[in-house]
């Protein structure tokens, strides 16, 4: 059975930084894309990054480029996503998602608010 554990939202002023991280077990992780996601209040879900299983080619969405990185640790079975600058569109619930279409296996979600 997948299951992804994502943790590390909470809330940060403009500006800031926050780490996520995603515990990932039951399938094998070191064979299978990996992206993060999220979702704002009232909106449907908005792919934000993704990271291919052998090369760790990295991707963005534009709106996050430059400001997020995303990294895996194939030993660890662990995806983190470094979030820095934050702004206040940020704020939605995170997803760490098996693959790189936003509709897959996801976890529970961590949620990142921006806000003073």
């Known amino acids: 059975e997948v299951q992804l554990v994502e943790s590390g939202g909470g809330l940060v002023q403009p500006g800031g930084s926050l780490r996520l991280s995603c515990a990932a077990s039951?399938?094998?992780?070191?064979?299978?894309?990996m992206s993060w996601v999220r979702q704002a209040p009232g909106k449907g879900l908005e792919w934000v990054s993704g990271?291919?299983?052998?090369?760790?080619?990295?991707f963005y969405a534009h709106a996050v480029r430059g400001r997020f990185t995303i990294s895996r640790d194939n030993a660890k079975s662990t995806l983190d996503l470094r979030m820095s600058s934050l702004k206040s569109e940020d704020t939605a619930v995170y997803y760490c998602?098996?693959?790189?279409?936003?509709?897959?296996?996801r976890g529970q979600g961590t949620q990142v608010t921006v806000s003073l």
């Open positions: 039951g399938f094998n992780f070191v064979d299978n894309d």
């Open positions: 998602v098996l693959g790189f279409d936003p509709s897959g296996p």
């Open positions: 990271i291919k299983r052998y090369t760790g080619s990295a």
